[in-house]
């Protein structure tokens, strides 16, 4: 099955149990906007709260906040959005469809590299044993002019974007011949930039002086509270703000799945710091930042770095923790050092002194800033496609089944009654009363218990205990386990604490302490 087939089979199994609908479907749906399901929304509250308890309650000197959605417009001034936050649109004249330019490049670019790899497979299949990658990779003339054409590409669009040079991003993409996918044609107008923050009125105010935006990134909120927060809370640097919040962008190519939409939810953190101190807390970030990832358990080698070589003139260091997403290799996470661009902005804008007092050096200074920022949504993904999988078993049945952390599972334990009759319901409702208490439980008294299990496979629940005649007399029960499907006899009162051991936080909290 190919990469592409599978991502299609993973986005129909989570609609199909409930993990994430298309909003307003009943309307047809609203392009790059979901809804989260009964167990979406268990799962994406459990990652929540492992990334808070992670950064919040495991740092001492990093504190949470909830700021509002709404903000002062001129914080988007000084933030630079309302300038130069924008994507490069490109429309074909024939089929009246709005492109990426950059996107647009980006997917040449990525035909090209498909071409690559069917080259390098012809030849493996022709040399057999005694083929060498490596030799074939810098010596085939085909695979050298397709390697040669994207370099060739990258660098003249990487110049285009950083000069902001609409005209010759255009020249780039019909050099490169790019078609339409839709029209097949290469009639493009210009290139144009479309700011991405979605604007509102605020109250009676009407016209310009009344549009407010909602925010594109929770950062901002952090910002403009740091004072706040420093004050009340006398914190000393280094320290850390974080919060968890909705942002929305408008995005123009919205597409794959959750990876990109246009109201989306981002965890992040700004880390404030002594001026000079900041690469040293870049790199310590970005370590604690990828054994956070790591943790979770969705294989090592699907996580990799992408430092930037080219940085915002703001920022001194810059890198991306990418996963590999069923489309390939794709950011998950940014780790910024953002320097004190922006505070120094907002100091600038509101008249207001952002500073702290150093009480070692006796001065004033504006800190410097390490961004950690992460999509919830996208970690939602990644989970999950690190976590589907369509099992062949010995027995020769097939299973698909979601291998989650079970720190990070929806539900946690299933309560099963062999038959629905004998007391065998009444005793499992006794058993779950108590444990519902603690773990997320689901009764399911219906279909056999093979049918049973492979649903609670399906929705990754790593436990699953089943009440039989015989629990009756001996007050044991079959606890069976979702990845090993081992089933082993345990007493009912040992349940709470096999449980908790299972599917604690702690597990993963005490890997990124
Ligand atoms: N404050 C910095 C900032 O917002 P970003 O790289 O634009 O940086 C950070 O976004 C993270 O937010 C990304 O790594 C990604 O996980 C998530 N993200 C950004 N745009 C998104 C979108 N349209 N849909 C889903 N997640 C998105």
């Known amino acids: 099955m190919t990469q592409e087939e599978l991502f299609k089979n993973l986005i129909a ?70 300038g130069a936050f924008n994507d490069p649109l490109i429309d074909n004249k024939d089929s009246k469809k709005r492109y990426r330019a950059d996107v647009l ?36 003339p085909n ?22 040079d609409l005209d010759a991003l255009k020249q780039l993409i019909l050099d490169c011949e790019i078609v339409c996918p839709i029209s097949g044609t290469k009639n493009w107008t210009d290139v144009r930039q479309f700011n991405l923050m979605f604007s509102t009125q605020l109250g009676s105010v009407s016209g310009e002086s009344g549009t407010i935006y909602l925010r594109p990134e929770t950062a901002q909120g952090i910002f403009v509270n740091y004072l706040n927060v420093q004050k009340t809370g006398r914190m000393k640097l280094p320290f850390g703000i974080a919060q968890i919040g909705k942002a929305f962008r408008n995005e123009i190519v919205a597409r794959q799945f959750i990876f990109r939409m246009r109201e989306f939810e981002q965890m992040e953190m700004q880390f404030f710091v002594k001026p000079g101190e900041e690469l040293e807390w870049f790199a310590k970030w970005k370590e604690t930042r990828l054994k956070w990832h790591k943790a979770i358990g969705m294989g090592e080698e699907n996580y990799r770095y992408h430092d930037h070589d080219k940085l915002a003139h703001y920022a ?64 939602v993904l990644a989970v999950l496609s ?22 990070l599972a929806p539900v946690k334990l299933a309560v099963l009654p062999l038959v629905k009759k004998d ?76 449980v908790e051991e299972k599917v604690s936080m702690r597990n993963l909290l005490k890997q990124v302490r």
Not at 386 to 407: C, D, I, Q, S, W
Request: charged share 30%; proline share 3%; glycine share 6%.
């Open 13 to 82: 199994h989570t609609k199909e149990y409930g993990f994430i609908f298309p909003s307003s479907e009943i309307y047809d749906g609203l392009g790059a906007v979901y809804d989260y399901g009964q167990l979406g929304s268990e799962l994406k509250n459990n990652i929540k709260k492992y990334w808070w308890d992670a950064m919040v309650r495991l740092n001492e000197n990093i504190v949470g906040i909830d700021s509002a959605i709404f903000m002062h417009p001129r914080i988007w001034e000084a933030s630079g959005h309302v």
């Open 316 to 379: 001194n260091a810059a890198t991306d923790i990418e996963f590999n997403f069923p489309f390939g290799f794709k950011e998950l996470e940014g780790i910024h050092s953002r320097t004190d661009f922006d505070l120094g902005r907002h100091q600038e804008y509101s008249g207001k002194k952002l500073q702290y007092f150093d009480p070692e050096k006796g001065e004033n200074y504006v800190p410097y800033v390490i961004e950690t920022s992460i999509g919830v949504d996208r970690t």
């Open 423 to 498: 007391g065998l319901p009444e005793l499992a409702r006794e058993i779950m009363s108590d444990l519902k208490l603690d773990f997320n439980c689901q009764y399911d008294e219906k279909d056999s218990i093979g049918k049973r299990y492979r649903r609670q496979d399906a929705i990754g629940t790593p436990l699953c205990i089943t009440v039989d005649h015989q629990s009756l007399e001996d007050k044991c029960v079959t606890l069976r386990d979702r990845d090993t499907m081992a089933q082993e006899r345990v007493p009912i009162a040992d349940l709470y604490r096999i």
């Open 143 to 164: 695979v050298l002019r397709n390697v040669n054409k994207i370099n060739a590409c990258k660098e003249r669009m990487v110049e285009a974007l950083n000069k902001n």
């Open 386 to 407: 690190g976590a589907y999988k369509e099992e062949k078993l010995e027995n020769g049945e097939e299973r698909v089944v979601l291998k989650f952390h079970p720190a």
């Open 105 to 140: 490049l980006e997917d040449y670019i990525a035909k090209l590299e498909e071409k690559i790899n069917k080259d390098v497979e012809k030849g493996r299949k022709k040399f057999g044993e005694a083929f060498d990658e490596a030799q074939f990779r810098a010596t085939n």
